[in-house]
């Protein structure tokens, strides 16, 4: 049977101006779908899409003339290939991908969408076995947690890693990936999400909420000390930088994710750092590495990424999956911040 033919406008939720999403998106019923693909383009029916904070916290932020608005929300989508336009994959297929944010900015497109046309390079075919609504929101965090450990850094079989804040969807997947490799990993979270990360391998559980987590991990630190600290949370305490000396081992690594700019991490969070980066050793600071992830959209990384999920030593985690038009509630349990796993919107409802 032949597939249904492209519609030339689809349902979209749309950002139109800047503020919290129940005034800066709307569902637009006729948005133009962008069927004419440049070369390594495909179009993609998207069937899931899911959150990434920093959705909800650029849209807080960019004026329109920098955000190049109106563009459709959100950066992870699943979904089947409509148009391979000569790329390596075919129509029919199952894919999972995201759209970095300046591509976004560049070429309108977002993840909550009927349909979406996107880089061959940034999508890839979705494993037997892994659900749509699972992986619909492997792409960004996904390649944030890989980006951090194997690019920022280098982290290597038999490695201490700490991940603060292990329940994140980009800690809880990068946790997998060095469990896989065979590292010891302590993590941060909440007391209550204590079972789920030991369930993931978590062998040094640190509550947060039982004292700062600098000087949990000062009075009791590894031996030896972490090589690798990857600081998740992107609003955390600069401290667990500044403190570092005492659980991360000379020459080890700080992987930051932010702060991020906008709802939670602020400007102050940013100035913080800033401080906390700029102090010198006789003041309290340290001389420990401390690098800013930038996530970044090698084919390479995604392959290598891919192959942890499609072999299941990685797992998707789903929060959450709302209907389609459900989309700002959707957004307000991104905006609570205590999600586990992804928080996934259904677009097409048949799908798993
Ligand atoms: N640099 C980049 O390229 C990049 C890319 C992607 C994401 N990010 C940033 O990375 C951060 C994480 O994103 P995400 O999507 O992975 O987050 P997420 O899944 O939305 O994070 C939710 C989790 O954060 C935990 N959490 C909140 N406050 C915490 C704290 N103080 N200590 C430990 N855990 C805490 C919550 O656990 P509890 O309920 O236990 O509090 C909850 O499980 C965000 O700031 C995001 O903007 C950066």
Redesign the pocket.
Known sequence: MAAPAVPDTQKAWVITRRGVPAQAVHLDTKFPVSKKLAKGEVLVRVQAAAF???GY?MMGLLPNFVARRPHVAEHDFAGVVVDANGSGLKEGHEVYGWIPLPLKLSTKQGALCEYVRVPAQLVIPTPPGVKTTEAAGLG??GM?AYHALFATTRLEPGQHLFV??G?????MLAIQMAKALGCTVGA???G??EGFLRGLGVDRFVD?TQGPVYEQLAKDPPSPKYHVLLE?????DPLVYTRSEAYLAPGGVFLS??P?PGV??GFGGFARLMVALMTPKVLGGTKAQWKL???DDRRSELEEFGRYIEDGRVKSVVDSVFAFEDVLKAYER?ME????GKVVVKVDPSVE
């Open positions: 990434n904070p920093v916290k960004l965090a944030t603060n804040g329940s994140t969807a980009v800690g941060s979270a909440s209550k999400k947060y998740a949370v992107g609003t955390a994710v932010g991020q939670g991490g992830i930038s996530v991104v911040g205590r999600s586990t």
